[in-house]
């Protein structure tokens, strides 16, 4: 029974009784031997294909799996673990604050969704979280009978193809999209790596689905493009005038052209219509004037090295990998005098809201997911339901102390940890940026402090793990920008396997060089710190230095070995047993100290948060909060503010203008109710207007993703199926039919010579029936005749192809299908992306410019089909060997 407080909680109610019965079937399979579970699992598997009764599977495999972990990895889920795993399992998200071991959870429901054989995704954020999950996680699995996989940055395909095949696989949100992109582009079945999706788990969910889902992954080459075009539209700006020629909207930043506009544009460039399909120059004259009105240097960008790199309007943070897109950036290249940049073309993309909708069954887990809730809900369709913690939460959050500017606010930071780290207290500090980060530091160095400074690059993620799992121990100062080791624990008095590899590092490195050196003093003395652990540990380490294979291994080679060590493999070479035996002496060894520290840590008073700055959301506040108060554990939670906080100044609104005007204060904090609800509120308009942002985004691309389905449904088609005769003839006739309507369309009689043109211009000119046709022929009967006439035309050319090698019209059937599809589809999403433009233009009538678009997306999208059908027809009636 899941105790107070949660007895009232509905949704235990709800589930209750199925909690229940796991609980009783855990006592069965207490007696039974490992190999006896492992059956009992195949069973589950057979049961699964027969079974109607699902709860009562539900039961057995959460139990199988709970028994599997307890034995495998000593970890028994906890009741409240069991309630998330069931949540997960009916495809909806678990919200389980930090700490209270969302990983393990995942594993319940993944078994149970693996049992069907069609494969079970576990997302994470960064390739680091992947691994150490699969390692860790892959125990229980294997104690079952599944297998795992492991996708990591730099794999290749069959590496690739052969995790995605394995029961269960781990992977980031990145490598997981870009691989199904490119499954969508390969031309050969054997290169695609994803099977049809079944069931996947999401961890950090918000992270994936809400702050990553802000723009569409794309997958681009460059191309050449006219530069000259965006030189001479930031000319034509100098003779343009505001709101004679052209409207601004600030808040939106858009630019609508008015007719004096756009008619003294065209007379400028002599040209008859600016948004002429053919020679388009709208977008490049509308990104010119944004350019010109809307973006200014060092204050949206600046210029360095030549270049343009954005500044992010909210955080200040300058982002040098970044672009804008659809050739605003060229634009302010062109404003600037600067070279200007190729543009890239786009041949693939997908938002992640679209991509995670094509599961089946979609779930996901965070700590912080009530907020988003109605994102979650109206995007994804995925309900979000909180989960009650293991123990109750004993954080406590001080309310936010406001200063008047950065200088007093920063300054009260240092002074803070100068008095929380006296005595001994593990500080943790949030900032926005690394820039802030730095400045803080340069602070902690007046006052004499040593601290650890982390900043989320992604090249650092397993070195930031290392310090921020360390971030809990005494004395220990850490500052974080907010993704900074995130997902991973922050234990009170340090994190015992980080320290255990560290210490041994260090021990085996130090020995080696000793050794070689000859200096047996410096040895023993080492030996000397390792007080009270094992005689055993000491020998194995003696043998260790007399192997000569072992001396000379170099220090990169060690840290590998005990980093691999985590990784369950067969080992190759005999000091990588004995390596291994160490860490688990040592693991025991640290143990030990582990427990006194913890409670050390715990009676200070747990991990002292700070935050330096509200968050554009307050999930993203929330989260590193939540760092700290793991599994009952104590901690504290402090924001520092300030008026002048980007935040308050670009969203506080004339409320807190005037209260700073009025008000004459010094360098002492305040607390007023006015801020705090004005940051509420400012919070809520940033979190409105990105979400709006991303809704905008996902809707117009839910247009483009009915149609990238059925263009990559028929390529795959084209890939795995045996032959695409059928296909080509199929085209043919639709080719043929599409000749007819368009001329009946034109006149009611049908002119043969115009005709006979169109068909020779399709089919070539061997076309002999055609010569008699009578104009007034019925179009049945002239479909009919063309039809055969087609079929004959074409299998007299397999006949010439196949004269020369037997399946070479095959070959080239399908070569075509393959090439002329994935150039139309390119093309097509270019045209998608001007769409988009030219809806925004003009949705200032009365039009709805998403109406307009899926309407005209419509069009578009059928005669790409149209166009398909022809040019296949068109290359394959003219293939020839010679
Ligand atoms: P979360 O992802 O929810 O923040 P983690 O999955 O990182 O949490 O787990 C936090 C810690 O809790 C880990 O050290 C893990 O080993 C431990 N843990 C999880 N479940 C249990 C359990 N049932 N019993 C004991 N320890 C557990
Ligand atoms: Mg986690």
Not at 45 to 55: D, F, L, R, V
Not at 374 to 393: G, M, Q, W
Not at 681 to 705: C, H, P, S
Not at 737 to 754: A, F, G, P, V, Y
């Amino acid at each position: 029974m899941i105790k107070n407080p949660f007895t009232k909680n509905s949704l235990v109610t709800k589930y209750q009784k199925l909690i229940n019965q796991i609980n009783c079937l855990e006592t069965n399979l207490k007696i039974l031997n490992d190999d006896e579970l492992r059956v009992k699992t195949l069973n589950l598997q057979k049961q699964h294909e027969t079974t109607s009764n699902s709860n009562s599977l539900i039961a057995e495999s959460f139990a199988l799996t709970r028994e599997a972990s307890s034995r495998s990895l000593g970890l028994r889920h906890f009741d409240v673990q069991l309630l998330g795993g069931l949540v997960l399992n009916s495809g909806k998200i678990a919200e389980m604050k930090t700490g209270e071991g969302k990983t393990l959870v995942a594993t319940l429901p993944a078994v149970l969704n693996a049992l069907k054989k069609k494969g079970v995704h576990i997302v994470t954020v960064n390739d680091y979280l992947a691994n150490r999950d699969q390692v860790s996680m892959g125990q229980i699995y294997r104690f079952l009978g599944l297998n795992t996989g492991l996708i990591q940055e730099g794999m290749s395909n069959l590496e690739r193809k052969e995790n995605y095949n394995a029961d269960i696989t781990y992977v980031t949100n990145y490598e997981l999209v870009f691989d199904f992109l490119r499954d969508n582009m390969v031309s050969n079945i054997e290169n695609v790596v994803l099977k049809p999706f079944n069931y996947c788990v999401i961890d950090e969910v918000d992270s994936i689905l809400i702050d990553e889902a802000q723009t569409p992954l794309i997958i681009a080459d460059p191309i050449e493009t006219s530069n000259i075009k965006y030189v001479t539209a930031a000319e034509i700006t100098n003779y343009l005038e505001a709101n004679i020629h052209f409207k601004i909207d600030e808040k939106n930043k858009n630019i609508t052209l008015t007719q004096d506009g756009s008619k003294q544009i065209e007379t400028i460039l002599t040209i008859q219509d600016l948004y002429d399909p053919q020679d388009p120059w709208i977008p490049y004259i509308i990104n010119a004037i944004k350019a010109k009105a809307l973006y200014f240097n060092n204050i949206h960008y600046i210029i360095q090295n030549n270049r343009i790199i954005i500044v992010d309007e909210f955080t200040g943070r300058i982002m040098p990998d970044r672009r804008w897109g659809e050739g605003l950036h060229q634009a302010i290249e062109a404003k600037e005098k600067l070279p200007i940049r190729k543009s890239t073309e786009t041949v693939a993309s997908i938002t992640y809201q679209n991509f995670f909708l094509s599961y089946p069954k979609l779930s996901g887990m965070t700590g912080t997911g009530k907020t988003a809730e109605i994102e979650f809900e109206k995007i994804y369709n995925l309900s979000v339901e909180e989960i009650p913690t293991a123990r109750p939460n004993i954080r406590k959050d001080f309310p936010d102390l406001i200063y008047k500017d950065q200088f007093s606010k920063w300054n009260a930071i240092a002074q803070e940890c100068n008095n929380i780290s006296r005595n001994g207290q593990p500080i943790l500090i949030g900032t926005t940026t690394v820039e802030k980060s730095e400045m803080l530091a340069q602070l902690l160095n007046e006052y004499k402090l040593s601290y650890q400074i982390l900043n989320a690059k992604p090249e650092n993620v397993r070195k930031e793990s290392e310090i921020v799992a360390q971030a809990g121990k005494k004395n220990s100062i850490t500052i974080a920008t907010n993704m900074a080791g995130r997902g991973t624990d922050i234990i009170l008095g340090g994190n015992t396997r980080f320290k255990t590899q560290k210490e041994l590092y260090t021990l085996l490195t130090l020995v080696k060089n000793y050794k070689k050196k000859r200096k047996n003093n410096q040895i023993f003395y080492l030996f000397s710190q390792f007080k009270g652990i094992s005689q055993k540990f000491c020998s194995v380490l003696f043998s260790l230095i007399q192997a000569t294979e072992f001396l000379a291994l170099s220090d990169i080679e060690i840290l590998k070995i005990l980093r691999e060590n985590d990784r369950i493999s067969t080992p190759t070479i005999s000091y990588q047993c004995s390596v291994k035996f160490l860490v688990r002496e040592l693991l025991l060894f640290n143990k030990k100290h582990q427990k006194q520290d913890n409670k050390i840590v715990k009676n200070l008073g747990g991990l002292y948060i700070i935050g330096t700055e509200r968050n554009d959301s307050q999930r993203v506040d929330n989260q590193l909060r939540g760092r700290c108060g793991r599994q009952g554990d104590p901690g504290t939670s402090r924001f520092f503010l300030s008026l002048d906080d980007t935040l308050l100044r670009l969203f506080g609104g004339p409320n807190v203008q005037n209260f700073m005007q009025n008000q004459l204060f010094d360098d002492s904090p305040l607390e007023s109710n006015l801020i705090t609800k004005s940051l509420n509120t400012a919070q809520k308009r940033v979190e409105e207007r990105a979400y709006e942002q991303r809704k905008n985004l996902f809707e117009y691309d839910e247009v483009l993703n009915k149609q990238r389905r059925t263009t990559y449904f028929e390529r795959r088609k084209i890939l795995e199926s045996e032959s695409v005769r059928n296909k080509i003839l199929e085209y043919g006739e639709q080719a043929l039919t599409e000749i007819i309507k368009q001329l009946k369309r034109n006149s009611r009689l049908i002119d043969s010579t115009l005709l006979l043109s169109r068909v020779e211009n399709l089919v070539g000119k061997n076309v002999r029936i055609l010569k008699d046709l009578p104009a007034v022929e019925k179009p049945k009967e002239l479909k009919k005749k063309l039809f055969s006439e087609f079929w004959l035309n074409y299998y007299s050319k397999e006949l010439e192809l196949e004269s020369y090698e037997s399946d070479l019209i095959e070959i080239l059937e399908r070569r075509y299908l393959l090439v002329h599809s994935d150039l139309i589809w390119k093309e097509h999403l270019q045209r998608m992306t001007l769409l988009r433009e030219a809806v925004g233009w003009r949705g200032y009538g009365q039009r709805n410019p998403l109406y307009e678009y899926k309407e005209e997306a419509y069009f578009l999208f059928r005669e790409l089909q149209i166009t398909l059908r022809q040019l296949i027809i068109y290359d394959l009636s003219r293939s020839s060997i010679l």
